[in-house]
């Protein structure tokens, strides 16, 4: 059995406005699972309802076996045995970190010689030993987060519910954070569930994804599934950057499990790319292509792809952006506008203007259904990138 099962959840602010629209997910035992999805969709609602801080409307919420949640019954969240940790870290500024965390442990009615020791070791889970005699003033964010955690951890929670715990600390210290809540969550193995709107930290952080849209789950996976295989354009696009291709399926049967697409309005327009068993011959689609899966080679003989050829199109450097450890390099390919991400290296002879040749795997092609295109691309909220992302016919 799962360690936590949501079935169905229904959340109603209001008559007329339904935060979570029949909201369905198992996690397992010891999983670390993230809910990612734009500002809005329903996340940290989500999460409070695991918590008990709200109530829910349909469905349930059933955390070791033991309905906690369903339409006319909360347990209240003291009883739930939940550790939550927010972005504030709500520690008390009057008391030293072995306090903050012992305070707690003396309201769940632990005796007075275990609560030194549990204390030391749950300081010591979280990197933090030597600091229990300082106050939260005397501490850094990063070392303020630990001790949030820490004393979270004490009771020993069934679950750790996060919301968004990393979203005060500079840039450097949350990508340092995150590879820390994962190694303290494998560390003592309690289910946790992460929320976030930074799909970098969700891929990083977790064993599995839930992306979330408008009070509904998009798609459940690893970071990889919803990065290589996303289902929806809105996947597509919520996860890094990919150019969209606007094409036609004309055949499913290329070999392997691969297919055949015309681009919509450039000249030589038919590519390979990976089949779909819910795309067929004449939809419209949009071909996903990661930037990195694009290559820049000299100009040479172009071949639109067959199993175990690479796709080559002519293509011209329209622009170039020197990042550091990665650049882009953004090519025009007879009206269609490609960007392209290379290492430093690659860049070398590469000037504006080059004729070039764009070179990809078949297999890094990956067809979204065109359908619910228009309505997704709104809600993703990474509009001004979008523009130069879509494939803009010439
Ligand atoms: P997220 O955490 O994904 O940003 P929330 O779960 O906080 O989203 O909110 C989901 C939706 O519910 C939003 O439209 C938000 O405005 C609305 N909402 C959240 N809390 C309340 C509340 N207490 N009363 C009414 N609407 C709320
Ligand atoms: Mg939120």
Redesign the pocket.
Known sequence: MSDIQIKNVVKE??PT?T?LRGVSIDVADGEFVSLL?P????????LRSIAGLEDIHGGSIVVKGKVLSEKGYTMPPERRNVGLIFQSYALWPHMTVFKNIAYGLKLHGWKKADIGPRVAEVLKVVGLEGLEHRYPSQLSGGQMQRVAVARSLAAAPSVLLFDEPLSNLDAKLRESMRVELRRIQKEVGTTAVY?T?DQAEAMVISDRIVL?NQ?EIVQVGTAKELYETPETMFAAKFLGFANMLAARVISTDAGGDLARFELEGIQAPIITGRARKDVLVNDRVHLSLRPEAIRVGPRRDTSHGLPGREVSLPASVEDIIYAGNICDVFLDASGLRLRAQVTPGDLEGLSVGDDVTAVFDPRSVWPVPADDATASMDTVGVAEEDGVVAAVVG
């Open positions: 602010y209001s406005f935060a999805g500002s809005g969709c329903g996340k940290t609602t989500l929320v709107h979330m009070g």
